[in-house]
């Protein structure tokens, strides 16, 4: 074994006191790793080649599964013939809605459930068959030989247009999901009371996910054991899904997600494919490989729905705002997806406002559901209010930054208790002197006053994201070998946010060892710990606390271990990392690797539980971005020069990561800003234009600035949790959009309403601008 | 042997799409058994037979300084027999139509999507992984510079993203950032890295 004085141990680092039993932890003060830029645990696999995600995952006997999918928005299938497909080459199992496997199964959308293979196919990409074979060619060759019929029934894209009488009706209660109602105060007392009132209509595109590993996993059964190798956020929510669907005992599914090429949100849950990969599996009994192509992806694994927004805001001269009264309309797609849940969040939460109404109305269209996509409604809802905002402050003749700062909440008014912090304030005053907000605001007017086409603007917003403080369930398991290394045990996938890293370092703060000595196990429904999907922007602010729990567990096993060796009080010990010494007598000292018990047991195990959130408070992370851009008025090609992101996620756990995460939530924000929309062809076909990275454009190389800055907003919050951190992942995309498009109206004197705002969208509005 | 593959000199020096039609063509698919279909374009040589779909042929592969034979029905792209007749899956899968870059792999130093790549079009070139880029069980310069910068989150694409770099540091051991940029503009990153990975290549530069 290796010398743990030299390897295994933090020299010259305090370690935290360890609290006595049933205690909480004090709250960090200073730190010696955490916090720190420290690399990726595991960027040697994920850099080398050596991380096994599932679409690489190569099993003996192994084979490939395809899907055959409807081509038309809206038909029912009136007949399925295999015969062809079945004698074709390598063809080993072929599924339909006629198997007996597979006629029973059900599948879920929220509170609708349905058949796993329903002959009223509502959207394009609506599974009718799955083939498995030798190779994916063959499997796919087959899975195209199938012969189907369908019956084409009129179909629905335009969600403007859902709930007008005369519409093909997608469901027989007809196309309306559901309509969510708020309200506070009064509107019209609000709007009564206002010196200006303002009223606008703000529309957002569809989004597809698309993360670089496509949809997919590999299935496996040893007898009535299915082993299950998901690309997914949560490796929980997929053993309990298809132990739901399947009919097994979650002891008997065991879902295994180690390494996953993406996500967003749309990896949250399993796929249809991952049941047909069983199936098929089964009646093949081999393994299959499922891994969707990228057109499938587009078709029917999530987006951010459109949506139509309408705001009419009132505001005093002094910047008070008096009412916001707020509407709008999007769709799930062919099955309830949330279709504008959380839209009307930032309206109810972010700026003190005693009037509010909100009305959102969740429509059916014959396309893809719609699943969660990071910060779900929120840059939808950014890009009505931070735009209204600027709007409201242009008409009082007030700064931006100050029309916001006048409005600051002092509690969460869209859940009437206090946030146990609150940044938003910090984010919006060292977020703009970091960016020299008054000073950019200047050059770019003076800029403007030239002749030049070259435009330029600056532009801002803030938000607040709806959770972000993670909480229970989640248990932990940290194991101390009598080397002293250290296994760590969490359920969480680690989704490219640096989760493993992250949990690496708090674990090694509180030990006091090296994180390299940590090694973690993780995301194995079989072998690790229970926790809940990465998403929300939860994970860390969920597992980090978890871990520091089951760190100080064992601590606390190891002091009592080593009072018994040295037959002195407990309460007098202290753990100092490479040793344990008592307080009152400097002969009574022993390594930890010396520990009797340890040595004779081999591993103690500390076993950590994420404690609940506080009572009657919200946890809230806040941010604020800053962006500075040229357009072209020529062209209307949009160049952004820079973008700052101002952000209050409670304490950073490691710079490295969290500043990574900031600039890929800006990158992700300027694509839904400028570049992303899906095209349905609603007018005719009703099929989707753009399946493809080359019609859908996501941000390249070329399209985002180098000049990417993050401003970390560090309050201590000891309330939320006991490492204080919050939820970073989603409030990095949240007021990006909104804050390019105020850049743009300051260029250009034109309110970009219309997201995204593509090149051509300029040349149009400002061509109508001219001729007004 | 058809004389008029052998008459024509400027045949020989490439192939045309019609050729290309006449070899991989629709419903049956020739190549020769007997040398390279492909590679180079030197000795180009007719069918000697015509082969179904479903039929393999034996191919080498010149991959990270070792030769290995293959079978390979001529419709596999080089990607698919990379990752699933090879086990190498270093290279990603993302799209699979020329869009995404997570499968780039150096041919004869050239940065080329493995995914619009035909298995029988790589042999007799010289093909370089990620894998290749390994110093033994250590990670490479550019490998290096990556992890360093923290030029990825969930590492899908970071494999085509390096050997992107890697095949601009061939071409051009100084670039500007503005060469950077391009060099890495035919890979997409989802989770938006960008920034990092430009200051991976800087540094990847230094450190080669």
């Not at chain 1, 149009?764 to 001729?771: C, F, G, I, Q, V």
Request: net charge neutral.
């Amino acid at each position: 074994m290796a010398d743990e004085n030299n390897i295994y141990y933090t020299q010259g680092l305090p370690v935290p006191e360890t609290p006595e039993a049933g205690e909480k932890p004090a709250f960090w003060k200073d730190t010696g790793i955490v916090g720190k830029r420290k690399p990726r645990v595991d960027a040697y696999e994920r850099l080398s080649g050596t991380a096994v995600y599932p679409a690489d995952l190569k099993l003996p006997n192994m084979i490939y599964g395809a899907i055959r999918r409807c081509p038309y928005p809206h038909a029912k299938v009136t007949g399925v013939d295999v015969n062809k497909a079945r004698n074709m080459p390598g063809v080993r199992a072929i599924i339909t809605g006629d198997s007996p496997e597979a006629g029973y199964l059900k599948w879920s959308y929220q509170d609708y459930e349905g058949p796993l293979f329903d002959p009223h196919c509502r959207f394009e990409g609506e599974v009718v068959a799955a083939v498995a074979a030798d190779t994916r060619y063959q499997a796919r060759d087959a899975a195209q030989a199938i012969e189907i019929t369908y019956k084409e029934l009129p179909s629905l894209t335009d969600y403007q247009h859902a709930l007008e009488s005369d519409v093909p009706q997608i469901h027989a209660k007809g196309n309306l999901v559901g309509r969510n109602n708020y309200e506070r105060g009064d509107i019209s007392t609000g709007l009564a009371e206002a010196d200006v009132v303002l009223d606008q209509e703000y529309n957002t595109a569809c989004q597809i996910h698309t993360p670089l590993e496509p949809h997919g996993c590999v299935a496996n059964w040893d007898g009535d054991y299915l082993t299950v190798w998901e690309s997914s956020q949560g490796v929980y929510a997929v053993q309990s899904r298809l132990a739901e669907i399947l009919g097994l005992p979650l002891a008997k599914v065991r879902v295994i997600g180690h390494y996953m090429g993406g996500g967003f949100g749309s990896k949250l849950t399993p796929g249809k494919y991952t049941v047909l990969a069983t199936l098929l599996a089964k009646k093949a009994a081999r393994p299959v490989k499922m891994i969707l192509s990228r057109e499938e992806t587009y078709l029917c694994v999530g987006n951010r729905p459109a949506v139509s927004m309408q705001l009419k805001a009132g505001a005093k001269k002094d910047g008070t705002i008096t009412a916001l009264d707020f509407s709008c309309r999007g769709p799930s797609g062919a099955y309830p997806g949330g279709g504008t849940s959380l839209v009307d969040w930032l309206i109810r939460d972010l700026y003190t406002c005693s009037n509010v109404r909100c009305t959102s109305e969740d429509v059916y269209i014959n396309s893809g559901t719609a699943r969660p996509f990071r910060a779900p409604g929120h840059p939808q809802g950014s890009w009505a209010l931070e735009q209204m905002m600027d709007t409201l402050a242009e008409k009082i003749g007030m700064d931006p930054l100050e029309i916001r700062l006048k409005n600051i909440p002092a509690i969460s008014q869209g859940r009437g208790v206090p946030y146990t912090s609150s940044g938003l304030k910090q984010c919006i005053e060292e977020g703009a002197r970091r960016f020299g907000w008054h000073q950019a605001v200047e050059q770019a007017r003076a800029h403007n006053d030239s002749r030049s086409h070259i435009k330029r603007g600056v532009g801002m917003g803030s938000c607040v994201w709806y959770v972000g403080g993670g909480g229970p369930p989640a248990t932990v398991i940290i194991r101390v070998f009598r080397d002293g290394s250290i296994n760590l045990n969490m359920g969480a996938s680690d989704i490219g946010t640096g989760t493993k890293t992250v949990m690496a370092m708090v674990a090694a703060e509180e030990l006091g060892v090296k994180p390299e000595v940590i090694q973690i196990e993780h995301a194995d429904t079989a072998t690790t710990q229970y926790a809940t999907p990465s998403g929300g922007s939860k994970t860390v602010p969920t597992e980090s606390p978890t871990v520091r729990n089951a760190a100080i567990d064992a601590k606390q096993q190891l002091l009592e271990m080593a009072a018994a060796d040295l037959d002195v009080d407990l309460a007098d010990l202290v753990y100092e990392g490479t040793h344990i010494a008592s307080s009152k007598d400097a002969s009574k000292r022993l390594k930890v690797t010396e520990i009797s018990r340890l040595k004779k047991r081999g591993v103690v195990v500390g076993t950590g539980y994420r404690g609940p959130n506080p009572e009657d408070k919200s946890v809230n992370p806040f941010a604020a971005q800053f962006c500075e851009l040229e357009v072209n008025t020529k062209t209307g090609q949009i160049k952004i020069l820079r973008f700052l992101g101002a952000h209050d996620s409670g304490r950073v756990l490691n710079r490295l990561t969290y500043d990574n995460q900031i600039f890929g939530g800006i990158v992700m924000g300027i694509g839904f800003g400028t570049t992303e929309f899906r095209q349905l062809d609603s007018k005719q076909t009703g099929k989707l234009c753009n399946d493809n990275w080359s019609d859908y454009k996501i941000p390249t190389a070329l399209d985002v600035p180098v000049n990417m800055e993050s401003l970390p907003i560090e309050i201590d919050d000891p309330e939320a949790n006991n490492t204080g951190a919050k939820g970073l992942g989603e409030p990095v995309t949240i007021p990006t959009a909104a804050a390019i498009s105020n850049a743009l109206y300051m260029a250009t004197g034109v309110r970009f309403t219309q997201a995204p705002v593509t090149p051509m969208e300029v040349c149009r509005r400002l061509s109508a601008h001219k001729e007004a | 042997m058809c004389s008029e593959y052998n008459s024509n000199d400027e045949r020989q020096s490439g192939i045309s799409r019609r050729d290309f039609m006449k070899y991989m063509g629709v419903g049956a698919v020739g190549v020769s058994l007997s040398g390279t279909a492909m590679a180079g374009g030197n000795n180009l040589q007719p069918p000697e037979k015509i082969l179904e779909a479903a039929d393999r042929v034996k191919i080498r592969l010149h991959i990270n300084g070792r030769e290995q034979a293959v079978l390979v029905e001529p419709r596999w792209t080089l990607l698919y027999v990379l990752r699933e007749s090879l086990g190498m899956s270093g290279s990603k899968e993302g799209c699979g139509r020329g869009e995404c870059g997570a499968c780039t792999v150096l041919i004869d130093n050239q940065p080329r999507y493995a995914c619009m790549t035909l298995a029988v079009e790589a042999e007799g070139r010289h093909i370089t992984t990620l894998e290749g880029l390994m110093q033994g069980e250590e990670l490479g310069p550019v490998q290096t510079a990556f992890l360093e910068e923290d030029a990825f989150q969930c590492g899908y694409c970071s494999p085509g993203q390096i050997m992107a770099v890697e095949g601009l540091l061939r071409q051009n051991p100084d670039p500007s950032l503005d060469d950077i940029r391009t060099g890495v503009s035919g890979n997409l990153c989802r989770c938006g890295a960008y920034k990092n990975i430009f200051r991976a290549a800087q540094k990847a530069a230094r450190l080669k």
